[in-house]
Nanobody
C-alpha cells in the first residue's frame, strides 16, 4: 500500500510560481510511474504531467506550454511539480498519483494523494 501526501499549494498572483511536492511511503518508489492531476470546480479531473520510474521520460499536457516542470528524487521518494507563469485558469486541486509500471503515464493510477489547493488570483 502506497501513501501519497502532497504539499506546497497556496494562493499566488497571476504570473507567480509555486512548487508542489508529493512524498510517498509504503512501497518501493522507483517501482512507480507518477502523475500530477488537477481538478477545477465543475470540471473533470485532468492529467497535467507524468513521469516514469527513473525520471528519464516525462509527459506534459499540451495546455501547459512549457510552464510546468516535473521531477522526482527516488532516494527521497518524492516527486515535485514546479509551476511557473501561473494563470487564474490553473486554479484547481492538484493531486499526485502513483501507478506501478515502466510507462510515463497511464489511464489508470492505483494510488492517490489527498490533494492540495492551488489558487491563482488575477
Amino acid at each position: 500500500q502506497v501513501q501519497l501526501v502532497e504539499s506546497g499549494g497556496g494562493l499566488v498572483q497571476a504570473g507567480g510560481s509555486l512548487r508542489l511536492s508529493c512524498a510517498a511511503s509504503g512501497g518501493t518508489f522507483s517501482d512507480y510511474a507518477m502523475g500530477w492531476f488537477r481538478q477545477a470546480p465543475g470540471k473533470e479531473r485532468e492529467l497535467v504531467v507524468g513521469i516514469n520510474w527513473s525520471g528519464g521520460s516525462t509527459y506534459y499536457a499540451d495546455f501547459l506550454k512549457g510552464r510546468f516542470t516535473v521531477s522526482r528524487d527516488n532516494a527521497k521518494s518524492t516527486v515535485h511539480l514546479q509551476m511557473n507563469s501561473l494563470k487564474p485558469e490553473d486554479t484547481a486541486v492538484y493531486y499526485c498519483a502513483a501507478q506501478r509500471g515502466r510507462g510515463t503515464y497511464y489511464d489508470y493510477y492505483e494510488y492517490w494523494g489527498q490533494g492540495t489547493q492551488v489558487t491563482v488570483s488575477s
